[in-house]
């Protein structure tokens, strides 16, 4: 355990469990400092697997780490479902979780224990809470509209009125219950090589929300006015309030006490190499930490960028082609680029979009990718792979029109194409335009009496009456 600080000014304590992957680990990590900010102890259970720092924390925070870790085959496999389900899976057997929480709750002369927080996907420290008495309030790291979309009842309704299993036929038909969505959208369960998994894995998104007495999530009013509303509708009569505190990442500022949740080493010669470059010129490239590209799509991609002629930053990370540690570039692509790309393996991605030089960002569409995009009014080219980056890719393009769809398959002419849209032509003017105006409505939702500090103020009142 690390930290622990000061008595907490308002009395009590929460527990925070995050899923341990960059792009869930961040948010929960970025609320258990605001929730710190806000007077209450926060201790953060966390797997020795991605394990966070506490040295990049505010000092004030308390960490414990159980061993439950994903079976190393299970960690070399590339399915994500597949780690999430054997994670809890071995949450479950070993009973470490459930100990730590036991502890935590015994723990003499500390202030009492309000209750667990934990993320959506790790459904079984929710039920070690469970089985101690201890109420839990989970955490969404993605969209209102996909909190919505991933539910069982949402896939019942997907099923009865045909949009799914997903045909050649209907894959442009928009889903007129969920505007603007379209089938090609849909998660489509009947694909996966074991079917049940997907049932599995809605059913228990369901349940966890339904279990729990609040739903934290990461979006904020301006942005999802109308998906919020109709998630208050929906839990409303369950008794399970709503909050929407984010973007979580800019919720607090730095001197409140920093927080810096990379869990890779962050190059960071690329913002002196975007001190070089013109306002608004560069196109940062990054697709995440976890999705995969092919060989063959890697080319295109390469050959697109170079081809363009626009300066770029491209994130490269370990693992992004399928089955390869470290890609190499193509022949000669350096040599072509020379003076106005860069290729490194990891970005201070938030520094990197809040960066003068840079003009957009080629993205797939994860969601904390998103907010960071929108939170800088950089406008978006999207290139979603899988889960909930295609409905958010929707959004960026049909709803918020702050960017531009790259679809089918991945081709060096259309990369060309698609950046000159995005960086230079006239649509894509109107398009910065709106991501500009977009910035500023999330800056309002943040500010003092902002929605989203007014959802983690409501939080923090609830967390105590429970
Ligand atoms: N990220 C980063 N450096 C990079 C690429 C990504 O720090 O070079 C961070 C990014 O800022 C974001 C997270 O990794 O917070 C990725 O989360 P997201 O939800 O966008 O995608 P995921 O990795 O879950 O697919």
């Not at 949450?91 to 723990?107: I, N, T």
């Not at 990442?249 to 409140?256: A, E, G």
């Not at 979009?353 to 993205?363: D, E, M, Q, R, S």
């Not at 335009?433 to 500090?453: F, I, P, V």
Request: charged letters at 20%; a negative charge; proline letters at 6%.
């Amino acid at each position: 355990m690390a930290g622990g600080g000061g008595r907490p000014s308002r009395g009590a304590r929460v527990v925070l469990c995050p899923l341990p992957f960059q792009g869930h680990l961040s948010p929960m990590l970025h609320l258990a400092g605001a929730l710190h900010a806000r007077g209450l102890a926060v201790t953060v259970l966390h797997t020795a697997f991605n394990a966070p720092d506490p040295v990049h924390h505010p000092a004030g925070l308390a960490f414990v780490a159980v061993p439950d870790a994903i079976p190393e085959a299970v960690a070399a496999t590339t399915n994500g479902i597949t780690k999430i389900l054997a994670l809890n899976a071995a949450m479950e057997a070993s009973g470490h979780v459930r100990d730590a929480l036991a502890s935590l709750l015994a723990e003499e002369g500390a202030p009492p224990l309000a209750c667990l927080i934990f993320d959506s996907s790790v459904s079984a420290a929710q039920n070690a809470a469970a089985g101690l008495g201890l109420p839990t309030l989970v955490l969404q790291t993605g969209s209102a509209a996909c909190f919505r979309l991933f539910r069982s009842d949402t896939y019942d309704m997907l099923h009865d009125k045909g949009y799914l299993p997903a045909t050649e036929s209907n894959l442009h038909m928009p889903v007129k219950e969920l505007p603007p969505l379209q089938v090609r959208d849909l998660f489509d369960p009947s694909k996966l090589p074991n079917k049940e998994i997907g049932h599995k894995i809605l059913n228990r998104a369901t349940e966890t929300t339904t279990k729990s007495s609040g739903a934290i999530l990461n979006t904020f009013e301006a942005l999802e006015s109308h998906e919020l509303e109709m998630i208050q509708d929906q839990l409303a009569h369950k008794g399970i309030p709503p909050f929407a505190v984010g973007p979580l990442h800019k919720l607090i500022t730095s001197n409140d006490g920093g927080t810096e949740t990379s869990l890779l080493n962050q190059d960071r010669s690329c913002i002196e190499w975007l001190d070089t470059q013109a306002p608004g010129s560069v196109l940062y490239v990054s697709f995440g930490s976890v999705v995969h590209v092919t060989q063959d799509e890697f080319m295109e991609m390469a050959w697109g960028l170079a081809n363009n002629g626009n300066p770029f930053l491209w994130v490269v990370r370990r693992g992004l082609v399928l089955g390869v540690d470290k890609q190499e570039l193509p022949d000669g692509f350096m040599s072509a680029v020379e003076g106005r790309g860069k290729v490194i393996e990891w970005a201070p991605q938030q520094e990197v979009l809040a960066h003068p030089a840079v003009g957009g960002f080629w993205t797939h569409n994860g969601w904390n990718s998103t907010l960071e995009s929108i939170y800088e009014g950089v406008p978006m080219l999207s290139r979603p792979i899988f889960g909930d980056q295609l409905p958010t890719a929707r959004y960026v393009h049909d709803t918020w029109k702050i960017g531009i769809l790259l679809e089918g398959v991945l081709e060096r002419g259309e990369v060309e194409k698609a950046i000159k849209k995005l960086m230079d032509e006239d649509e894509g003017v109107e398009i910065r335009k709106r991501a500009k105006d977009l910035k500023e409505k999330l800056r309002m939702c943040l500010e003092g009496s902002g929605s989203s500090q007014q959802a983690v103020d409501k939080l923090v009142d609830h967390i105590l009456s429970l």
